[in-house]
């Protein structure tokens, strides 16, 4: 159980596009959702907090209208980046936090490499 | 912003031998997290260790936590050449916002 998938897995977009993320959580309901982002040989630095049903809550430094996210039930969220360019060209992880757990215990998708040219 | 700082930064051993990894960080907890990341793949959980827990093993892991000195340690014991990952740790700030702050990893390479 607690599987979280992401989809598409890679994509490779020309600059100036936008590109949207899916985040499922498969057999259980997360009302909370994290997006990270990972550049090559770093570690993960949180982008927003999604939650279902209101807005996402952004880290300190990420443009919210550059990084849209939408969490429109329990079992998804998506991160669509607008306009890419490349420097935006990363690996974007997120996790689903199960819900009704006394501690925070999340799951992570297995990533989507995005690669702007 | 990341608040943890993990050392060594990259650990090459020999199969057998065991990996100690080490993860500080600043702010009060409730929980400490170490995760292991295959290169280019997602995380994977390995041992979630509570404020008010000292010790706890799981297999051939073994996680410390010192929270007066906000700091905690890997053991991975025998360790095979299919433990070669990036290994982080994160923390769940007090205040139970659910974030999770990671540590910037140590990479292990176990040589056969």
């Known amino acids: 159980g607690a599987v979280v998938s992401q989809h598409p897995s890679w994509v490779i977009c020309k600059s100036g596009t936008s590109v949207k993320i899916e985040c499922r959580s498969l057999d259980f309901q997360a009302t909370t959702m994290f997006w990270y982002r990972q550049f090559p040989k770093q570690s993960l630095m949180l982008m927003a907090t999604s939650n279902e049903g209101s807005k996402a809550t952004y880290e300190q430094g990420v443009e919210k209208d550059k990084f849209l996210i939408n969490h429109a039930s329990l079992t998804l969220s998506t991160l669509t980046v607008t306009s890419a360019h490349p420097e935006d060209s990363s690996f974007y992880i997120c996790?689903?936090?199960?819900?009704?757990?006394?501690?925070?215990?999340?799951?992570f998708g297995p990533g989507t490499r995005l690669t702007v040219l | 912003s990341q608040q943890g700082e993990e050392d060594p930064q990259a650990l090459s051993i020999q199969e057998g031998e065991n990996a100690t990894m080490n993860c500080s960080y600043k702010?009060?907890?409730?929980?400490l997290q170490w995760y292991r990341q295959n290169s280019g793949r997602g995380l994977v959980h390995l041992i979630l260790?509570?404020?008010?827990?000292r010790e706890k093993h799981s297999g051939r892991l073994r996680v410390t936590l010192d929270t007066s000195k906000k700091s905690s340690s890997l053991l991975i014991t025998a360790s095979r050449a299919a433990d070669t990952a990036s290994y982080f740790c994160?923390?769940?700030?007090?205040?139970?916002?659910?974030?999770?702050?990671f540590g910037q990893g140590t990479t292990l390479q176990v040589k056969p």
């Open positions: 994160a923390t769940d700030a007090t205040g139970n916002t659910g974030k999770l702050i």
């Open positions: 996790s689903a936090r199960v819900s009704g757990r006394g501690h925070n215990e999340q799951f």
């Open positions: 260790i509570r404020s008010n827990e």
């Open positions: 702010t009060s907890i409730n929980n």
